[in-house]
Protein backbone atom coordinates (compact mmCIF):
# COMPACT_ATOMS: atom_id res chain seq x y z
CA UNK A 1 0.00 0.00 0.00
CA UNK A 2 1.59 3.31 -1.30
CA UNK A 3 1.64 6.22 1.42
CA UNK A 4 -0.14 9.42 0.10
CA UNK A 5 2.82 12.14 0.10
CA UNK A 6 3.21 14.51 3.04
CA UNK A 7 0.99 17.20 2.48
CA UNK A 8 3.18 20.72 3.28
CA UNK A 9 2.92 22.05 6.45
CA UNK A 10 1.78 25.72 7.13
CA UNK A 11 5.04 26.49 8.48
CA UNK A 12 6.90 24.97 4.99
CA UNK A 13 4.71 26.80 3.08
CA UNK A 14 6.06 29.83 4.58
CA UNK A 15 9.63 28.67 4.15
CA UNK A 16 9.32 28.18 1.20
CA UNK A 17 7.40 30.87 0.05
CA UNK A 18 10.10 33.14 1.80
CA UNK A 19 13.03 30.96 -0.38
CA UNK A 20 11.28 31.84 -3.25
CA UNK A 21 10.71 35.83 -2.65
CA UNK A 22 14.82 35.52 -1.74
CA UNK A 23 15.06 33.40 -4.46
CA UNK A 24 13.31 36.20 -6.71
CA UNK A 25 14.59 38.92 -5.31
CA UNK A 26 18.31 38.03 -5.76
CA UNK A 27 17.71 37.07 -9.19
CA UNK A 28 15.82 40.30 -9.75
CA UNK A 29 19.55 41.80 -8.44
CA UNK A 30 21.60 40.01 -11.03
CA UNK A 31 19.62 40.64 -13.41
CA UNK A 32 19.33 44.37 -13.02
CA UNK A 33 22.77 44.29 -12.12
CA UNK A 34 23.81 42.48 -15.52
CA UNK A 35 21.72 45.22 -17.27
CA UNK A 36 23.47 47.97 -15.42
CA UNK A 37 26.88 46.58 -16.54
CA UNK A 38 25.79 45.71 -20.15
CA UNK A 39 24.21 48.79 -20.33
CA UNK A 40 27.30 51.15 -18.87
CA UNK A 41 29.54 48.83 -21.32
CA UNK A 42 27.72 49.29 -24.47
CA UNK A 43 27.31 53.60 -23.70
CA UNK A 44 31.09 53.47 -23.14
CA UNK A 45 31.72 51.32 -25.99
CA UNK A 46 29.36 53.96 -27.98
CA UNK A 47 31.25 56.83 -27.27
CA UNK A 48 34.35 55.31 -27.89
CA UNK A 49 32.49 54.48 -31.36
CA UNK A 50 31.32 57.85 -31.58
CA UNK A 51 34.75 59.66 -30.54
CA UNK A 52 36.70 57.05 -33.08
CA UNK A 53 33.54 58.47 -36.12
CA UNK A 54 34.30 61.73 -34.84
CA UNK A 55 37.86 61.61 -35.28
CA UNK A 56 37.72 59.62 -38.94
CA UNK A 57 35.30 62.28 -40.37
CA UNK A 58 37.06 65.26 -39.23
CA UNK A 59 38.94 66.16 -42.32
CA UNK A 60 42.74 65.91 -42.03
CA UNK A 61 43.48 68.96 -43.97
CA UNK A 62 42.64 72.42 -44.46
CA UNK A 63 39.85 74.19 -44.64
CA UNK A 64 40.36 75.38 -48.94
CA UNK A 65 38.66 78.42 -50.63
CA UNK A 66 38.71 78.08 -54.00
CA UNK A 67 38.97 80.78 -56.75
CA UNK A 68 39.28 80.75 -60.58
CA UNK A 69 38.09 80.35 -63.87
CA UNK A 70 37.04 77.30 -66.28
CA UNK A 71 39.88 75.35 -64.74
CA UNK A 72 38.60 75.65 -61.30
CA UNK A 73 34.56 75.70 -61.88
CA UNK A 74 32.83 72.93 -59.56
CA UNK A 75 29.60 74.31 -61.22
CA UNK A 76 28.93 77.71 -60.36
CA UNK A 77 28.30 79.04 -64.08
CA UNK A 78 25.32 76.25 -63.90
CA UNK A 79 23.08 78.31 -61.94
CA UNK A 80 23.71 81.96 -63.83
CA UNK A 81 21.11 81.39 -66.34
CA UNK A 82 22.42 83.82 -68.73
CA UNK A 83 25.91 82.78 -68.98
CA UNK A 84 27.26 81.25 -72.07
CA UNK A 85 30.22 79.70 -70.28
CA UNK A 86 28.73 76.21 -69.36
CA UNK A 87 29.79 72.79 -69.45
CA UNK A 88 26.51 70.86 -67.82
CA UNK A 89 26.48 68.04 -71.00
CA UNK A 90 28.06 65.52 -72.33
CA UNK A 91 31.02 64.42 -72.68
CA UNK A 92 31.68 66.62 -69.93
CA UNK A 93 32.37 64.71 -66.40
CA UNK A 94 32.44 61.23 -68.04
CA UNK A 95 34.87 59.97 -66.02
CA UNK A 96 33.61 61.94 -62.57
CA UNK A 97 32.91 59.35 -59.56
CA UNK A 98 29.08 60.49 -60.93
CA UNK A 99 29.56 59.86 -64.25
CA UNK A 100 27.63 63.16 -65.42
CA UNK A 101 28.02 66.50 -66.04
CA UNK A 102 28.22 69.20 -63.10
CA UNK A 103 29.87 72.27 -64.47
CA UNK A 104 33.57 71.06 -64.77
CA UNK A 105 35.07 72.01 -67.44
CA UNK A 106 36.75 68.38 -68.26
CA UNK A 107 36.17 64.41 -68.32
CA UNK A 108 37.08 64.15 -64.27
CA UNK A 109 38.40 66.12 -61.84
CA UNK A 110 39.94 69.80 -61.25
CA UNK A 111 43.47 70.48 -60.22
CA UNK A 112 41.58 71.44 -57.20
CA UNK A 113 39.04 68.39 -56.50
CA UNK A 114 42.36 66.17 -56.81
CA UNK A 115 44.38 68.71 -54.60
CA UNK A 116 41.38 68.75 -52.05
CA UNK A 117 42.05 64.75 -51.69
CA UNK A 118 45.38 64.96 -51.06
CA UNK A 119 45.12 67.28 -48.36
CA UNK A 120 42.22 64.71 -47.11
CA UNK A 121 39.30 66.84 -47.38
CA UNK A 122 36.01 66.74 -49.71
CA UNK A 123 36.10 68.92 -52.82
CA UNK A 124 34.38 72.27 -52.38
CA UNK A 125 30.81 72.68 -53.07
CA UNK A 126 29.89 75.30 -55.79
CA UNK A 127 29.47 79.03 -53.71
CA UNK A 128 25.87 79.04 -55.95
CA UNK A 129 24.71 75.88 -54.72
CA UNK A 130 24.69 76.77 -51.49
CA UNK A 131 22.12 78.73 -48.68
CA UNK A 132 24.25 80.59 -46.23
CA UNK A 133 22.73 78.69 -43.04
CA UNK A 134 24.26 75.45 -44.88
CA UNK A 135 26.93 74.04 -42.07
CA UNK A 136 28.86 72.84 -44.74
CA UNK A 137 29.91 76.90 -45.60
CA UNK A 138 32.61 75.89 -42.55
CA UNK A 139 34.10 72.98 -44.62
CA UNK A 140 35.42 75.10 -47.49
CA UNK A 141 33.70 76.76 -50.40
CA UNK A 142 34.54 77.13 -54.65
CA UNK A 143 33.82 80.38 -55.66
CA UNK A 144 35.26 79.74 -59.50
CA UNK A 145 33.55 80.78 -62.55
CA UNK A 146 34.67 79.98 -66.10
CA UNK A 147 35.69 82.92 -68.09
CA UNK A 148 36.67 84.92 -64.99
CA UNK A 149 39.77 86.80 -65.29
CA UNK A 150 42.01 89.12 -62.84
CA UNK A 151 40.02 92.11 -64.73
CA UNK A 152 36.48 92.73 -64.51
CA UNK A 153 36.25 93.25 -68.17
CA UNK A 154 37.70 89.84 -69.02
CA UNK A 155 35.27 87.65 -69.95
CA UNK A 156 32.58 90.01 -70.72
CA UNK A 157 31.09 88.47 -73.87
CA UNK A 158 29.85 85.53 -71.77
CA UNK A 159 27.13 87.41 -70.48
CA UNK A 160 27.35 86.19 -66.62
CA UNK A 161 30.03 84.70 -64.64
CA UNK A 162 31.74 85.89 -61.56
CA UNK A 163 34.68 88.17 -62.20
CA UNK A 164 37.36 87.94 -59.33
CA UNK A 165 35.86 91.20 -57.98
CA UNK A 166 32.69 89.03 -57.34
CA UNK A 167 34.51 85.81 -56.13
CA UNK A 168 35.59 87.98 -53.48
CA UNK A 169 32.72 89.62 -52.47
CA UNK A 170 31.28 85.78 -52.40
CA UNK A 171 33.70 85.01 -49.59
CA UNK A 172 32.64 88.21 -47.80
CA UNK A 173 29.68 87.14 -47.63
CA UNK A 174 30.43 83.34 -46.78
CA UNK A 175 32.83 85.02 -44.16
CA UNK A 176 29.55 87.17 -42.13
CA UNK A 177 27.56 84.13 -42.07
CA UNK A 178 30.29 82.06 -40.49
CA UNK A 179 30.85 84.80 -37.85
CA UNK A 180 27.22 84.26 -37.35
CA UNK A 181 27.31 80.42 -37.06
CA UNK A 182 30.31 80.57 -34.86
CA UNK A 183 31.17 83.58 -33.69
CA UNK A 184 33.79 86.29 -34.83
CA UNK A 185 37.19 84.90 -33.42
CA UNK A 186 36.42 81.41 -34.61
CA UNK A 187 35.45 82.95 -37.85
CA UNK A 188 38.51 84.99 -38.12
CA UNK A 189 40.62 81.67 -36.97
CA UNK A 190 39.35 79.83 -39.91
CA UNK A 191 39.84 82.05 -42.30
CA UNK A 192 43.70 82.65 -40.74
CA UNK A 193 44.72 79.11 -40.93
CA UNK A 194 42.74 78.35 -44.49
CA UNK A 195 44.24 77.90 -47.82
CA UNK A 196 43.16 80.49 -50.58
CA UNK A 197 43.54 78.66 -53.75
CA UNK A 198 43.79 81.27 -57.01
CA UNK A 199 44.49 80.27 -60.44
CA UNK A 200 43.57 83.05 -62.91
CA UNK A 201 44.70 85.33 -65.41
CA UNK A 202 44.35 83.10 -68.48
CA UNK A 203 40.81 84.44 -70.08
CA UNK A 204 42.75 87.97 -69.23
CA UNK A 205 44.76 86.49 -72.51
CA UNK A 206 42.94 84.67 -74.55
CA UNK A 207 40.00 85.93 -74.18
CA UNK A 208 40.96 89.65 -73.36
CA UNK A 209 44.23 90.78 -74.49
CA UNK A 210 44.62 88.56 -77.40
CA UNK A 211 41.30 89.27 -78.81
CA UNK A 212 40.96 91.54 -81.47
CA UNK A 213 37.97 93.45 -80.59
CA UNK A 214 38.59 93.62 -77.10
CA UNK A 215 40.16 97.23 -76.18
CA UNK A 216 42.41 96.20 -73.91
CA UNK A 217 45.09 94.70 -76.80
CA UNK A 218 44.64 98.24 -78.82
CA UNK A 219 44.55 100.57 -75.40
CA UNK A 220 47.60 98.87 -73.71
CA UNK A 221 51.44 97.94 -74.75
CA UNK A 222 52.03 94.62 -73.22
CA UNK A 223 54.18 96.02 -69.92
CA UNK A 224 51.45 98.26 -69.42
CA UNK A 225 48.87 95.32 -69.52
CA UNK A 226 50.94 93.40 -67.46
CA UNK A 227 51.49 96.83 -64.84
CA UNK A 228 47.42 96.57 -64.89
CA UNK A 229 47.33 92.90 -64.00
CA UNK A 230 49.67 92.70 -61.28
CA UNK A 231 48.02 96.35 -59.20
CA UNK A 232 45.09 94.78 -59.95
CA UNK A 233 45.76 91.40 -58.45
CA UNK A 234 47.98 93.02 -55.84
CA UNK A 235 44.72 94.96 -54.28
CA UNK A 236 42.45 91.95 -54.90
CA UNK A 237 44.82 89.85 -52.78
CA UNK A 238 45.08 92.72 -49.71
CA UNK A 239 41.52 92.63 -50.36
CA UNK A 240 41.41 89.33 -49.29
CA UNK A 241 44.09 89.99 -46.62
CA UNK A 242 41.63 92.00 -44.75
CA UNK A 243 39.70 89.49 -44.50
CA UNK A 244 41.58 87.28 -43.03
CA UNK A 245 43.33 85.23 -45.45
CA UNK A 246 46.49 84.27 -44.67
CA UNK A 247 47.94 81.77 -46.20
CA UNK A 248 47.68 82.24 -49.86
CA UNK A 249 48.39 80.05 -53.21
CA UNK A 250 48.69 81.71 -56.49
CA UNK A 251 48.93 79.26 -59.20
CA UNK A 252 50.83 81.57 -62.17
CA UNK A 253 50.18 80.66 -65.70
CA UNK A 254 50.83 77.64 -67.84
CA UNK A 255 52.20 77.75 -71.23
CA UNK A 256 48.75 79.01 -72.73
CA UNK A 257 50.52 79.21 -76.39
CA UNK A 258 50.55 75.47 -76.61
CA UNK A 259 46.75 74.84 -75.78
CA UNK A 260 45.10 73.25 -78.53
CA UNK A 261 43.22 76.57 -79.24
CA UNK A 262 46.30 78.89 -79.53
CA UNK A 263 48.20 76.06 -81.89
CA UNK A 264 45.21 76.14 -84.22
CA UNK A 265 45.79 80.01 -84.81
CA UNK A 266 49.35 79.61 -85.43
CA UNK A 267 48.37 77.49 -89.04
CA UNK A 268 51.40 74.81 -88.67
CA UNK A 269 49.96 73.29 -85.24
CA UNK A 270 53.31 74.30 -83.10
CA UNK A 271 53.29 76.29 -80.13
CA UNK A 272 51.82 80.14 -80.24
CA UNK A 273 55.08 81.88 -78.93
CA UNK A 274 54.53 85.25 -79.07
CA UNK A 275 51.16 84.17 -75.80
CA UNK A 276 54.25 82.02 -74.20
CA UNK A 277 56.26 84.78 -73.78
CA UNK A 278 53.63 86.97 -72.60
CA UNK A 279 52.88 84.63 -70.14
CA UNK A 280 56.80 84.35 -68.83
CA UNK A 281 56.94 88.07 -68.16
CA UNK A 282 53.70 88.05 -66.14
CA UNK A 283 54.56 85.31 -63.88
CA UNK A 284 57.82 86.97 -63.35
CA UNK A 285 56.03 90.20 -62.27
CA UNK A 286 53.85 88.45 -60.26
CA UNK A 287 55.80 86.44 -58.38
CA UNK A 288 58.03 89.72 -57.63
CA UNK A 289 54.61 91.54 -56.66
CA UNK A 290 53.96 88.24 -54.31
CA UNK A 291 57.14 88.36 -52.96
CA UNK A 292 56.40 92.07 -51.82
CA UNK A 293 53.27 91.54 -50.29
CA UNK A 294 55.16 88.78 -47.75
CA UNK A 295 57.36 91.49 -46.82
CA UNK A 296 54.16 94.14 -45.98
CA UNK A 297 51.64 92.37 -45.05
CA UNK A 298 52.59 90.85 -41.26
CA UNK A 299 51.61 86.97 -40.80
CA UNK A 300 51.12 86.53 -45.04
CA UNK A 301 52.56 83.39 -46.64
CA UNK A 302 51.56 83.93 -49.95
CA UNK A 303 52.90 81.41 -52.33
CA UNK A 304 53.32 81.62 -56.15
CA UNK A 305 52.94 77.86 -57.38
CA UNK A 306 54.77 77.36 -61.03
CA UNK A 307 52.23 75.77 -63.31
CA UNK A 308 54.46 77.12 -66.42
CA UNK A 309 56.92 74.48 -65.88
CA UNK A 310 55.16 71.73 -64.61
CA UNK A 311 52.54 71.89 -67.87
CA UNK A 312 55.60 72.31 -69.94
CA UNK A 313 57.18 69.80 -69.19
CA UNK A 314 53.86 67.30 -69.93
CA UNK A 315 53.34 68.75 -73.01
CA UNK A 316 56.95 68.39 -74.69
CA UNK A 317 57.52 64.67 -72.73
CA UNK A 318 54.24 63.50 -72.16
CA UNK A 319 54.90 60.16 -72.60
CA UNK A 320 57.47 60.27 -69.41
CA UNK A 321 53.85 60.43 -67.13
CA UNK A 322 51.88 58.10 -69.55
CA UNK A 323 50.39 59.53 -72.07
CA UNK A 324 50.38 59.82 -75.76
CA UNK A 325 49.43 62.99 -77.29
CA UNK A 326 49.75 66.41 -75.70
CA UNK A 327 49.26 68.55 -79.07
CA UNK A 328 45.50 68.20 -79.63
CA UNK A 329 42.29 67.47 -77.62
CA UNK A 330 40.34 64.02 -76.93
CA UNK A 331 37.25 65.53 -77.77
CA UNK A 332 37.08 66.50 -81.58
CA UNK A 333 36.45 70.31 -80.82
CA UNK A 334 35.45 73.41 -83.22
CA UNK A 335 37.48 76.25 -82.03
CA UNK A 336 35.16 78.62 -84.21
CA UNK A 337 31.99 77.76 -81.82
CA UNK A 338 34.24 78.11 -78.45
CA UNK A 339 36.46 74.86 -78.47
CA UNK A 340 34.41 72.97 -76.22
CA UNK A 341 33.47 69.44 -76.08
CA UNK A 342 29.72 69.36 -77.76
CA UNK A 343 27.16 66.42 -77.19
CA UNK A 344 27.73 65.72 -81.05
CA UNK A 345 31.63 65.87 -81.03
CA UNK A 346 33.26 62.92 -81.60
CA UNK A 347 35.40 61.51 -78.27
CA UNK A 348 38.77 59.42 -78.48
CA UNK A 349 39.23 55.84 -77.19
CA UNK A 350 41.40 56.09 -74.72
CA UNK A 351 41.11 59.46 -72.67
CA UNK A 352 44.07 58.49 -70.67
CA UNK A 353 46.30 59.03 -73.57
CA UNK A 354 45.90 63.02 -73.91
CA UNK A 355 46.48 65.76 -72.04
CA UNK A 356 44.06 67.91 -73.48
CA UNK A 357 40.02 67.29 -72.77
CA UNK A 358 39.31 70.60 -75.01
CA UNK A 359 40.42 73.04 -76.72
CA UNK A 360 41.31 74.97 -73.59
CA UNK A 361 41.29 72.37 -70.78
CA UNK A 362 43.50 69.39 -69.27
CA UNK A 363 41.88 66.33 -68.90
CA UNK A 364 41.39 64.43 -65.25
CA UNK A 365 44.41 62.28 -65.72
CA UNK A 366 46.65 65.27 -66.74
CA UNK A 367 44.84 67.33 -63.65
CA UNK A 368 46.13 64.55 -61.23
CA UNK A 369 49.72 64.73 -62.76
CA UNK A 370 49.96 68.63 -62.46
CA UNK A 371 48.35 68.33 -59.00
CA UNK A 372 50.93 65.88 -58.21
CA UNK A 373 53.81 68.32 -59.09
CA UNK A 374 52.41 71.14 -57.73
CA UNK A 375 51.29 69.94 -54.16
CA UNK A 376 54.40 70.53 -52.13
CA UNK A 377 54.09 74.15 -52.86
CA UNK A 378 50.43 74.44 -51.54
CA UNK A 379 51.24 71.80 -48.65
CA UNK A 380 54.54 74.88 -47.67
CA UNK A 381 51.25 77.60 -47.62
CA UNK A 382 49.44 75.34 -45.34
CA UNK A 383 52.09 74.43 -42.78
CA UNK A 384 52.99 77.94 -42.07
CA UNK A 385 56.75 77.65 -44.20
CA UNK A 386 57.73 80.90 -45.10
CA UNK A 387 57.78 81.87 -49.04
CA UNK A 388 61.06 80.78 -50.67
CA UNK A 389 62.48 83.24 -52.93
CA UNK A 390 61.19 83.75 -56.29
CA UNK A 391 61.34 80.20 -58.53
CA UNK A 392 59.29 81.60 -61.56
CA UNK A 393 60.31 80.60 -65.00
CA UNK A 394 62.13 83.46 -66.94
CA UNK A 395 62.54 83.23 -70.71
CA UNK A 396 66.48 84.73 -71.04
CA UNK A 397 65.33 86.21 -74.16
CA UNK A 398 61.52 86.89 -73.75
CA UNK A 399 61.52 90.01 -75.12
CA UNK A 400 58.86 93.25 -73.74
CA UNK A 401 56.51 92.56 -76.70
CA UNK A 402 54.68 96.07 -77.70
CA UNK A 403 51.07 97.03 -78.71
CA UNK A 404 49.82 93.94 -79.66
CA UNK A 405 48.00 93.55 -82.78
Not at 242 to 254: D, P, V, Y
Request: aromatic share 10%.
Amino acid sequence: MHSNPKSPTPQSETLTRETNQAASKSTRMAISAAILAITVAFAMSMFDVAEAAGAAGKPKGPVVYVFGDSMSDVGNNNYLPLCIAKSDYPWYGIDYYTGWPTGRFTNGRTIGDVMSAKFGVPSQPPYLSLYMTDDAILGGVNFASGGAGILNETGIYFVQYLSFDAQIDAYETVKEATKAKIGDAAAEKLANEALFLIGLGSNDYVNNFMRPFMADGIVYTHDEFVVLLTTTLRKQLKRLYSLGARKIAFTGLAPMGCIPSQRVLTGTGKCLTELNEYVLVFNAAAKKMLDKLNEELPGAHVVFADSYSVVMDLIDHPEKYGFKISTTSCCNVDTTVGGLCLPNARVCANRKDYVFWDAYHTSDAANQVIADKMFDDLKAVVDGVAPKPSSAPVHATAPAPGPHK
